[in-house]
């Protein structure tokens, strides 16, 4: 094996000249140099989406897209040491990010990046995307790795889907990117929007979406999660409360400790909740989400 040594080293001890010749900015070696020790690396980089800075020439790192991410690699080609070159796995969150978004900034998913939980807790982009690896490939588009991905930190969301009713992720149907932009949002909860601003949601359930002519309120300035536990819950339809009554009650009540100050209107004398026929509001109020015809919200 002595004589791979010596032509590496041969090879290192002119490397500053075949620099030269291949025309590279100063101090840059160049990714076929790169390739001679890290051949494993180079071969499955040039699988995933980065391998654009290799071949195109419209961002300027063509022939050197290693050095794009880890900094000018001459010095680490003429003596291979950890400390004489960049390693963006490395690097404080802060920093990471700001490398990566020095092509990626602009991009309409990177839009509420500083606002997102992510970018507070310093959570960079190394910590979810492996930028040179066969078995975690940069971009995931399978749901289940998505989700297994996801899970590592978000435990209790992880474990609200383990209800008896939560929205089909853990069977695979739907991934966690689906609702929730993890690159950051300028909605809370990194939610993804649906054309243009309003709550993702209603990319599914577009019949809930409206305009209506008679609008119930929640729906406006609450959302969906006024009455519904977004990720799972014990209760059917994904409510709030054991019952539908409760949920409603929770507004539509003249509460003692708040005689005048109702968020709702307050049922009519004869709904009295002590019968069956008044205990499930929506068997009279269907439209619950906002009517067409009707301001009462009946069917």
Request: aromatic share 6%; glycine share 6%; hydrophobic share 35%.
């Amino acid at each position: 094996m002595r004589w791979h040594v010596v032509v590496l080293g041969l090879f290192l001890a002119a490397a500053p000249r075949w620099v030269a010749a291949q025309g590279l900015p100063q101090g840059y070696a160049g990714a076929d140099t790169c390739k001679i020790c890290h051949e494993d690396i180079y071969n499955t980089f040039t699988k995933t989406p980065h391998d654009v800075l290799q071949t195109s020439a419209k961002r300027g790192w063509q022939g050197r897209a290693c050095e794009a991410c880890h900094g000018p690699g001459q010095m680490h080609a003429e003596g291979p040491a950890a400390d004489n070159i960049r390693n963006p796995a490395k690097l404080k969150p802060s920093a990471a990010d700001q490398l990566c978004l020095t092509c990626h900034l602009n991009e309409p998913t990177q839009a509420g990046h500083l606002e997102s939980s992510h970018a507070r807790n310093q959570i960079a982009c190394t910590a979810c995307h492996k930028v040179h690896s066969s078995d975690q490939p940069l971009v995931v588009r399978q749901a289940d790795a998505i989700v297994n991905q996801c899970r590592t930190c978000h435990l209790n969301v992880w474990a609200q889907f383990q209800r008896p009713f939560h929205h089909k992720l853990p069977e695979g149907a739907m991934s966690c990117v689906d609702c929730h932009n993890p690159h950051g949002s300028t909605r809370p909860a990194m939610q993804q929007t649906f054309a243009a601003n309003d709550p993702g949601c209603f990319k599914c359930h577009g019949d809930k979406r409206g305009p209506f002519a008679f609008e119930h309120a929640p729906m406006r300035f609450q959302g969906c999660t006024a009455c519904h536990e977004p990720h799972g819950s014990a209760n059917p339809r994904m409510l709030t409360r054991a019952e539908v009554r409760f949920v409603c009650l929770e507004c539509h009540a003249n509460l003692p400790s708040s005689p005048v100050k109702v968020a709702g209107v307050v049922p009519p004398s004869f709904h009295d909740l002590r019968s069956p026929v008044f205990q499930n509001c929506t068997v009279c109020h269907q439209k619950i989400h906002g009517s067409y015809v009707d301001r009462n919200l009946l069917k």
